[in-house]
């Protein structure tokens, strides 16, 4: 007698294996999100300083550069959009060191800035970045998925620390709110923090735990690993 399984055995071994899938997929895919967050912010950081120290071989030292876009302000007192003229630093300071594969020029679909134009540069690992819109010393990156990142914030999502993590480059000013990014290359969005540990969390206006501009902060200072008290998910 040939011994075999049965189909009703069959189908509940199946049944049992894909409870078992549905149950470990989604804490499988959040855990291959985190690990691929902490390796991109710390390569971008890595390649984006090393783009900043060779064009400084050429065009001396930052505090130097005519690199800055600073906030202009229209007739009504809304700040001026200066895509363009953050790109046009870009190709002169950093476009020549930095390997970017992909330029797109893309609108914001809602919000204040709805219709408005920015560029998006993507890098060969499948990460982007983009400048602030009024200017160029603040810089978002998407380590995974940018398009759908930029989704999420049209329908009003927060997305700081869970899919776009903030940057800053601003050597220059030793006062005030940028003390922590003086004589500095590229470094986690910081301004204005008191060094208070617990406002990287907590500050009203930044706090990751609250707007999230410092999610990338907290994740540099714990030798870029996401902390297992991290108050944001993250996803793509």
């Known amino acids: 007698m040939k011994k075999a399984f049965t189909m009703a055995e069959v189908l509940i071994t199946l049944g049992i294996i894909g409870v078992v899938v549905a149950m470990t997929l989604p804490a499988m895919i959040h855990k291959y999100d985190i690990t691929a967050t902490e390796t991109r912010l710390k390569k971008f950081y890595s390649i984006f300083n090393q783009a900043l120290l060779q064009s400084s071989v050429k065009n001396g030292p930052y505090e130097s550069w005519q ?17 363009e003229e953050n790109k046009n630093s870009f190709d002169i300071y950093l476009a020549p060191y930095l390997k970017v594969y992909k330029i797109e020029k893309l609108k914001y679909s809602s919000g204040e800035f ?5 560029y998006m540069y993507y890098l060969a690992d499948g990460s982007a970045f983009s400048f602030a819109r009024h200017e160029n010393r603040d810089l978002s990156f998407y380590p995974r998925n940018p398009e759908k990142c930029l989704d999420r914030q049209a329908k009003g999502e927060s997305t700081l620390g869970v899919c776009s993590f903030s940057f800053s480059f601003y050597p220059m000013n030793s006062s005030g709110g940028w003390r922590y990014h003086y004589k500095k290359g590229l470094e986690p969005f910081l301004y204005n923090w008191d060094g208070n540990d617990d406002d990287l969390y907590n500050d009203s206006t930044y706090g990751c735990g609250q707007a999230g501009s410092y999610c990338t902060a907290i994740i540099q200072r714990n030798g870029w690993k996401v902390p297992k008290n991290y108050p944001r998910r993250i996803s793509y």
């Open 67 to 83: 690199y800055w876009n600073h906030d202009i302000t229209d007739e009504d007192g809304n700040k001026v959009n200066q895509q």
């Open 114 to 118: 709805a219709g408005d134009e920015f």
